[in-house]
């Protein structure tokens, strides 16, 4: 038996978990989820996705695969050009990455907004507090008075002067659903999803196949070291892009393991 064996399953504080345990990111990420749904911040439903998330991230070999550094570098110039970036925020981001959630939005001058696909108005107030609590000053998606179309009434609810109106929005973990439906609004939308097959990183200009936690602090690091290059290079980085590759390049890591 290893000592890590010894890592109870009943974690009360991250602290606990070993950092070099062979599966500590893995670990931490299941304790803040665990950590969301007693705070009234991640729906049961959360822990669902979270699981599914792990399988592929295993797969993946837990580590941001190049053609996902590529995708985090393209998602930030596209930030760093867009007139009204929003960042969307779900259970699982809030409970997995709310810190790292406001630096980017800090990075990029992009809005926070709360958008929910079980949607209370005890959640939506969870999470926005918990994102006051990480540093956020101001948080969208309480109002709620735009809906994106084709949607059914509860998860087409959106703040006007946030996902509405953007014109760049990045949504990690999002349903299929609503990414298509963004995507009809011609939204440059960026997916970070661990999984290369599901809906929604099929529709994104820029799908980000990689696990939230890592991904959000790359784009962050990105954005700063791309925070003085002019549009002529920002566009260069966009263009060379080839979404189709990405989504490949993951596929092929997740299958062959190369
Ligand atoms: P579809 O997009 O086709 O509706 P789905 O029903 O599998 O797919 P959801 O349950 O709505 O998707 O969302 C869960 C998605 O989030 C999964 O694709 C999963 O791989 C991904 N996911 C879960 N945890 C993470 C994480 N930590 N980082 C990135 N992606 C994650």
Redesign the pocket.
């Known amino acids: 038996m290893s000592e890590y064996d010894t890592v109870s399953a009943d974690v009360q504080h991250e602290e606990e978990i070993p950092e070099d345990h062979p599966r500590y990111q893995d670990l931490i ?1 299941r304790h803040r989820i665990e950590n969301g749904v007693e705070k009234g911040i991640t729906h049961l ?1 959360g822990m ?10 295993y797969l993946l070999g837990e580590e941001t695969i190049p053609s996902a550094d590529a995708a985090e570098r393209v998602a930030a110039a596209h930030l760093l050009l867009a007139e009204q970036p929003v960042l969307s925020i779900n259970g ?1 981001v809030a409970a ?1 990455v709310p810190g790292e959630m406001v630096a980017l939005a800090d990075a990029v001058d992009a809005d926070l907004e709360v958008n929910l ?1 079980n949607r209370t108005p005890e959640r939506i107030e969870a999470i926005a507090e918990h994102l006051r609590e990480h540093g956020a000053e101001d948080v969208k998606g309480l109002t709620a008075d735009a809906r994106i179309p084709n949607l059914d009434h509860q998860r087409a609810k959106v703040d006007a002067d946030g996902i509405y109106a953007a014109d760049v929005v990045v949504v ?6 609503r ?1 298509e439906a963004l995507q009809e609004m011609e939204k440059t939308e960026i997916v ?4 290369p ?6 529709v994104a200009e820029v799908p980000i196949v ?4 890592r ?1 959000v602090p790359n784009m962050t690091v990105h954005a700063e070291e791309l925070a003085t290059a002019s549009e002529d290079e920002l566009r260069a980085i966009i263009e060379e892009f080839d979404r189709e590759r990405a989504l490949e390049a993951a596929e092929e890591r997740i299958r062959n393991g190369v």
Do not use: K
């Open positions: 990420t439903q669902h996705a979270e699981g599914r998330g792990s399988a592929f991230d699982n997995l696909f990690p973990l999002e349903d299929g659903d990414a970070i999803d661990l999984n097959l599901s809906r929604s990183p099929q990689d696990n939230i936690i991904a």
